[in-house]
């Protein structure tokens, strides 16, 4: 049985991966832990579990590996405590707000012998796991172009403070797309030109922008990752989407078409029900059976980073209103 420990319910993942463990035989969530007093509480009600404001008293706890959805500024400071502690990671994405942070995650993992893995479940989606097995097969021939999206309705919370974010929507979305080009093709971003703004809401950080890519085998990509779909009428939180051309065919992925459209005159709106696959309990069964056997983590901590890296080379593009290359030195 894996001993699982939470800490922070900040992120609206959280409650998500929480059920996903609670669902599991083999895996138990053994405490709780938030600074927020009343989020603490209504997650040690709701999961059952010890509640400890303080996150270094759960770490003195009998738990096997942590499970992160903090804010993304305070990524590192949770992640090394966990890691001294001897405690295995599954931290929110993206990994950091910048380099050093990230980089010291991944040090202090690798010193004292803990598995670090990144929570990108889209690696889990069935559509994206065919997809990276068509491509291996040369089933559109050679990639040479990718157009994706990453829309989304706009968090609010603490997603608008960059002090706790890091960023709005180009570090919120750009990280997942970045991770499933790096995972199916095995290339890495080379090169980012982007251009970012605030247009569809009243806010003091980025809500769109579009980020045009190059890797480095040649294959050039577009990515989407606005907050774009409006917060009350869109019928839909937003997309993950992938294009991609060939040298022999065209495939296209709509990752969450599993869905029902729903009419509802009492809403006066429209809305999809997803009744498909749970990509969230893939990757909390990757995670735990990790740890069970002792496997190196399937997304790990580089693999955070260089998605990382993609989107601060974005933002620093559009400072600099040129292409930026990568990897970055800070």
């Known amino acids: ?7 922070s319910f900040a992120h609206m ?23 927020d007093w009343k989020r603490g509480r209504l997650a040690s009600r709701r999961l059952k579990a010890p509640y400890f404001k303080d996150y270094q008293d759960l770490l003195k706890q009998d738990v096997d590996a942590v499970v992160i959805c903090s804010e993304n500024s305070r990524h590192k400071e949770l992640a090394v405590a966990a890691a001294r502690a001897g405690k295995h990671i599954l931290c929110e994405k993206p990994i950091s707000t910048n380099i050093k942070d990230a980089q010291s995650m991944i040090e202090a993992a690798r010193e004292h012998n803990v598995k670090l893995q990144i929570a990108f479940p889209c690696r889990f989606i069935p ?43 180009i570090i919120d979305h750009t990280v997942h797309i970045v991770d499933l080009i790096r995972w199916m093709l095995k290339i890495e971003v080379e090169e980012v030109y982007a251009e970012i703004d605030t247009s569809f809401f009243k806010l003091k950080i980025d809500d769109c922008g579009i980020l045009n890519m190059k890797f480095d085998n040649g294959v050039i990509a577009t990515l989407d990752a606005s907050w774009s779909r409006p917060i009350k009428s869109f019928p839909t939180w937003g997309d993950v989407t992938m294009r991609v051309k060939g040298t022999e065919a065209e495939v296209y992925v709509d990752s969450f078409a599993q869905h029902v459209k729903v009419y509802n005159n009492r809403e006066i709106k429209s809305s999809w029900q997803y ?56």
Do not use: Q
């Not at 998500?16 to 938030?34: F, G, M, Q, R």
């Not at 994206?128 to 999206?149: D, H, N, P, R, Y």
């Not at 056997?293 to 693999?303: A, K, Q, V």
């Open 127 to 169: 559509a994206m796991i065919w997809l990276k097995e068509f491509l291996s097969s040369g089933g559109i021939g050679e990639v040479l172009a990718i157009s994706a999206t990453n829309h989304g309705t706009m968090p609010g919370s603490w997603f608008v403070d960059k002090k706790l974010s890091g960023g709005g929507a």
């Open 1 to 7: 049985m894996v001993k699982i420990g939470m800490i």
């Open 13 to 35: 993942h959280s409650f998500s991966y929480a059920e996903c463990l609670k669902s599991l035989p083999n895996a138990k969530i053994t405490a709780v832990s938030d600074r």
């Open 275 to 330: 009744w498909g696959d749970n990509m969230d309990i893939g990757l909390i069964k990757d995670f735990v059976k990790n740890i069970e056997e002792n496997l190196p983590p399937s997304i790990s901590g580089e693999d955070g980073l260089r998605a990382m890296e993609a989107a601060l080379a974005a933002y620093r593009s559009n400072e600099l209103k040129a292409p930026v290359k990568l990897p970055l030195t800070k």
